[in-house]
């Protein structure tokens, strides 16, 4: 890829406002939008973008968010670039049109705020509002950051359109949502240069002799699951290709799995989500006393690159996977994952599922060295774990 000279233009953003400066860059046509705390600033700075002239799509306030996500795929069947974004309440409001967006491969990109669902009542940090649509059909992304997040929703429109299937994108409420960083804004024309428009061969048109959610048989709804499965089979490669030209443009470079310090690693933390900045500090103060530790961030969680995963823990001894979400009766959903992908290799580590953060609770750095402390040694009963 031929990169234009790039210019940074450092700016203190909330992660919210790094996901509307990246929307605002990617130039999408529509944006089908419904406030829900504590994604609203995002709907908040994209209205005042286009009050000012500087973001040209056009952003629908419906009466909900059913309503949003049945916006986003009509436009999106028609060929549009679309956007929305939610969380928690409001993405399990979106599940019935989750199926259909991903049946009806709509390159749809939504970002999704990562928040406790009712009840009780909450507004705190946890993963289970994505997870649990890990099965409708959409790929997922989970950001670390601020910076994380702008440069990954700029990337999932190119995955999205590649794929031809809908991309969520998500990163912790507060945390990172209203956190303030240094963010680099790339300028329009790198953008432009990752991003073009490229040609749709799945949408309505008038001589394109297709339908949408029209009634088909078993063989065919079948075959259409077939070739989602096709899809998938490929994004993880979209994800790294895309990863590696945006570092081109940017000099930031992006991944599906990202290793850090696990060169000999005794014990590699595993995560997604902003729980990999609370342990790569972990890994630094282990590794400041002689503890050979490691971490393996994921963030792409769907489809998961299970042979990645398992190539980066062949030979570790020991890996804790760090949970921001619990699964009722089975656990913390990526560690179930992880036991899944690893079943049966010779060469896996002793598995440990640590639900940590549940509900946004907080967990410090040194709560995470003591753990590996702990762990690293033990031979004890892997069952889901609540880290207080």
Same mark, same amino acid.
């Given at each position: 890829?031929?990169?234009?000279?790039?210019?940074?233009?450092?700016?203190?953003?909330?992660?919210?406002?790094?996901?509307?400066?990246?929307?605002?860059?990617?130039?999408?046509?529509?944006?089908?939008?419904?406030?829900?705390?504590?994604?609203?600033?995002?709907?908040?700075?994209?209205?005042?973008?286009?009050?000012?002239?500087?973001?040209?799509?056009?952003?629908?306030?419906?009466?909900?968010?059913?309503?949003?996500?049945?916006?986003?795929?009509?436009?999106?069947?028609?060929? @549009?670039?679309?956007? /929305?974004?939610?969380?928690?309440?409001?993405?399990?409001?979106?599940? =019935?049109? +989750?199926?259909?967006? $991903? *049946?009806?491969?709509?390159?749809?990109?939504?970002?999704?705020?990562?928040?406790?669902?009712?009840?009780?009542?909450?507004?705190?940090?946890?993963?289970?509002?994505?997870?649990?649509?890990?099965?409708?059909?959409?790929?997922?992304?989970?950001?670390?950051?601020?910076?994380?997040?702008?440069?990954?929703?700029?990337?999932?429109?190119?995955?999205?359109?590649?794929?031809?299937?809908?991309?969520?994108?998500?990163?912790?409420?507060?945390?990172?949502?209203?956190?303030?960083?240094?963010?680099?804004?790339?300028?329009?024309?790198?953008?432009?240069?990752?991003?073009?428009?490229?040609?749709?061969?799945?949408?309505?048109?008038?001589?394109?002799?297709?339908?949408?959610?029209?009634?088909?048989?078993?063989? @065919?709804?079948?075959? /259409?699951?077939?070739?989602?499965?096709?899809?998938?089979?490929?994004? =993880?490669? +979209?994800?790294?290709? $895309? *990863?590696?030209?945006?570092?081109?443009?940017?000099?930031?470079?992006?991944?599906?799995?990202?290793p850090y310090r696990t060169e000999g690693a005794e014990l590699v933390f595993v995560t997604m989500g902003s729980m990999a900045g609370t342990a790569r500090l972990a890994v630094d103060a282990l590794r400041a006393k002689g503890i050979a530790a490691g971490l393996l961030k994921l963030r792409l969680f769907r489809p998961l690159p299970a042979a990645a995963l398992c190539e980066a823990l062949a030979g570790v001894p020991?890996?804790?996977?760090?949970?921001?979400?619990?699964?009722?009766?089975?656990?913390?959903?990526?560690?179930?994952?992880?036991?899944?992908?690893?079943?049966?290799?010779?060469?896996?580590?002793?598995?440990?599922?640590?639900?940590?953060?549940?509900?946004?609770?907080?967990?410090?750095?040194?709560?995470?060295?003591?753990?590996?402390?702990?762990?690293?040694?033990?031979?004890?009963?892997?069952?889901?774990?609540?880290?207080?």
């Amino acid at each position: 890829m031929n990169a234009p000279a790039f210019k940074e233009d450092l700016q203190l953003l909330n992660g919210n406002h790094a996901v509307a400066w990246g929307v605002r860059l990617a130039r999408p046509d529509v944006a089908p939008l419904y406030p829900i705390t504590p994604q609203t600033p995002i709907l908040e700075k994209l209205i005042e973008f286009q009050s000012a002239n500087q973001f040209d799509a056009e952003l629908l306030t419906p009466e909900s968010e059913h309503s949003a996500m049945a916006a986003a795929i009509a436009a999106s069947v028609t060929g @549009a670039r679309v956007f /929305t974004a939610t969380s928690s309440q409001g993405l399990l409001l979106m599940h =019935e049109l +989750l199926h259909y967006a $991903a *049946g009806a491969r709509t390159p749809i990109v939504l970002f999704n705020v990562n928040r406790t669902p009712a009840a009780p009542w909450g507004f705190w940090p946890d993963q289970i509002d994505s997870l649990s649509q890990r099965d409708t059909g959409w790929i997922q992304l989970y950001c670390e950051n601020p910076q994380d997040s702008l440069d990954t929703v700029i990337q999932a429109f190119r995955i999205a359109e590649a794929a031809n299937l809908p991309v969520m994108v998500n990163h912790d409420a507060f945390y990172v949502s209203h956190s303030v960083e240094p963010v680099s804004l790339p300028s329009p024309e790198t953008v432009q240069a990752f991003l073009p428009r490229p040609e749709r061969d799945i949408l309505l048109a008038n001589d394109s002799g297709r339908s949408t959610g029209a009634p088909v048989d078993q063989a @065919a709804w079948n075959q /259409t699951r077939r070739d989602m499965d096709a899809a998938m089979q490929g994004v =993880e490669a +979209l994800t790294i290709r $895309a *990863g590696e030209d945006w570092a081109g443009l940017t000099g930031r470079a992006s991944a599906p799995l990202e290793p850090y310090r696990t060169e000999g690693a005794e014990l590699v933390f595993v995560t997604m989500g902003s729980m990999a900045g609370t342990a790569r500090l972990a890994v630094d103060a282990l590794r400041a006393k002689g503890i050979a530790a490691g971490l393996l961030k994921l963030r792409l969680f769907r489809p998961l690159p299970a042979a990645a995963l398992c190539e980066a823990l062949a030979g570790v001894p020991c890996a804790l996977v760090l949970d921001r979400n619990y699964s009722p009766g089975l656990g913390g959903v990526l560690h179930q994952e992880l036991k899944a992908a690893l079943f049966g290799r010779a060469d896996a580590p002793r598995l440990y599922g640590l639900l940590t953060g549940v509900g946004g609770v907080n967990v410090p750095p040194e709560t995470l060295e003591k753990l590996a402390v702990d762990y690293r040694a033990a031979d004890v009963d892997n069952q889901p774990i609540w880290v207080e």
